[in-house]
């Protein structure tokens, strides 16, 4: 199956600064998806990017899938911005969504 | 809110026990996941379902067992629990089975004392 690796697996971050998060694939993807787990541990949906890039806010994304990999940019950064940040993804052959490690980002004051 | 929507919240139960979790897909979503978060093994699929039927297996154990009813809504059973079976348990719904977009709920938080 499909492998994903993220990097890097923690990041700490003063409140202000920017940073880059990474997410290696394996295969090419039907579905790549980013997710933010808050510390309550809900894993709530930030970007469904299989290619391209997209904006919301502070956060971006770009997934360059001919070169497997898909970025996840966090600008300005705030202390409810921590958590871990997982990406997912699927083939067209499978039917599960296959998850990364994560990084774990702590911002502080 | 993600639309979907697990019960219950939390768990407490003991070893060799036997409990149900519940999911409630989003709205015209017929695709139902199931994943486990323990501490040292991530985010780890179990089970899919679509509309019913049994769509993909992951390294669910044979003490596990799920289903999806005809109204969508899905049910995972666990039994003889373990402590290694405490974890946070997800479910997810998407529109089809593969490339549309998944949405998880708040998860079933389960403690095996």
């Known amino acids: 199956g499909i492998q994903v690796e993220q990097s890097p697996p923690d990041l700490i971050l003063q409140e202000g600064a920017n940073s880059t998060l990474r997410c290696n694939f394996s295969?090419?993807?039907?579905?790549l998806q980013w997710f933010h787990q808050n510390p309550w541990g809900q894993l709530i949906n930030l970007f469904y990017?299989?290619?391209g890039t997209k904006q919301n806010g502070r956060l971006s994304a770009t997934t360059v899938a001919t070169e497997r990999y898909s970025l996840l940019y966090i600008s300005s950064s705030q202390t409810t911005d921590s958590g871990v940040y997982f990406c997912?993804?699927?083939?067209?052959?499978?039917?599960?969504?296959?998850f990364g490690t994560g990084t774990r980002l702590q911002v502080t004051l | 809110d993600s639309g979907v929507t697990q019960t219950p919240k939390h768990l407490i139960t003991a070893t060799g026990q036997r409990v149900t979790l519940r999911c409630s897909p989003r709205?015209?979503?017929?695709?139902v996941y199931w994943y486990q978060q323990s501490l040292d093994q991530g985010l780890q699929f179990l089970i899919q379902?679509?509309?019913?039927?049994?769509?993909a297996k992951g390294n669910i154990l044979e003490r596990f067992s799920a289903q999806q009813f005809p109204d969508l809504h899905s049910e995972l059973n666990l039994s003889s629990l373990e402590l290694g079976d405490s974890a946070l348990y997800f479910c997810?719904?998407?529109?089809?089975?593969?490339?549309?977009?998944?949405?998880f709920g708040q998860g079933t938080r389960l403690t095996v004392v």
């Open positions: 997810a719904s998407s529109l089809s089975y593969t490339a549309s977009e998944a949405f």
């Open positions: 709205s015209g979503d017929l695709s």
């Open positions: 295969d090419s993807v039907n579905n």
């Open positions: 379902y679509y509309n019913g039927e049994e769509r």
């Open positions: 990017i299989p290619s």
């Open positions: 997912a993804a699927y083939t067209g052959t499978a039917s599960k969504l296959t």
